[in-house]
């Protein structure tokens, strides 16, 4: 085990020991610029700070499904805009929550490559726009590859409305996060991978890395965000991660870079 310099998080051996920086390929490929050209970003007003906590945790609310392992799929984008949509259906009072199917973007989603990356942005398109919704996970299992689509004809969808990109500005996303849980692309090396437990501020990388937003805190001093990644249990903290929050810049490893998340009913 490996402590850092001022103990704020530990790295170590794990499933990623033995895969250099060279080897990992990006999950997360970039959004067509017709795409950017014609979003707008919004901002939530400095005023509505007064009604965030000081700490969040959407598990707690039961809100967030259990982690996924991604496995050798570059297929990031496609999990975490499923795990976004499935919180926003539970928390806008639409049911149980349900696990629904990432395979559906990787398999289907042509605007997206599969286990090569692709745009959350485009799968939230795909499930408001032409599929109408989502399936579930029970109905379109995971598969870690990509194959043909073959969704069933009679599949269950949940539905949403679309998306939204935010302004980079740390109190905007982090009143967004009290209303949902907020998409975000970080850019990951070696270190990140070896993440055992703590706050992390150690180095960044150049691979891009989707995961998702899920809370935010503070433990002795020291600002976080809680991110919920998708390498599967036995990763960092039990598949999450606390990663620095620091005021006024666009977030460690470029957390803050492009936040988004699905609209669903306004929420």
């Known amino acids: 085990m490996t402590y850092t310099g001022n103990n704020s998080y530990r790295l170590g051996i794990n499933k990623f020991a033995d895969l250099n920086e060279e080897d990992m390929t990006s999950c997360e490929v970039n959004v067509p610029s017709e795409v950017l050209a014609s979003e707008s970003r919004i901002s939530f007003n400095q005023s509505d700070e007064v ?61 997206s490559n599969g286990c090569n990356g692709g745009s959350v942005s485009s799968a939230f398109v795909y499930a408001s726009r032409w599929n109408k919704g989502l399936t579930t996970e029970a109905e379109y ?21 679309g998306y939204a990109v935010l302004s980079t500005y740390e109190s ?8 949902r849980p907020v998409v975000a692309t970080i850019y990951i090396g070696n270190d990140f991978k070896a993440y055992i437990n703590g706050i ?53 490893c470029g957390l803050l870079t492009r936040p988004i998340f699905p609209i669903a009913d306004m929420i």
């Open 172 to 179: 905007s996303v982090r009143v967004a996060v009290t209303r």
């Open 51 to 111: 009604y965030i906590p000081d700490y969040l945790d959407w598990r707690e609310a039961n809100a967030i499904t259990p982690v996924r392992d991604q496995g050798t799929c570059g297929s990031c984008w496609a999990i975490a805009a499923t795990a976004a949509i499935e919180s926003v259906n539970f928390i806008r009072g639409f049911g149980e929550l349900k696990q629904l199917s990432p395979q559906t973007f990787v398999d289907c989603d042509t605007h």
């Open 200 to 252: 992390y501020q150690g180095p960044c990388g150049d691979i891009g890395h989707t995961v998702l937003i899920v809370g935010f805190g503070e433990s002795d001093g020291v600002l976080y965000w809680l991110i919920k990644n998708s390498w599967g249990e036995n990763w960092g903290e039990a598949g999450y991660m606390r990663l620095i929050r620091e005021l006024g810049t666009i977030g460690h």
């Open 141 to 161: 299992p995971y598969q870690g590859k990509q194959q043909p689509c073959n969704l069933p004809i009679n599949k269950t969808t949940v539905d949403i409305d």
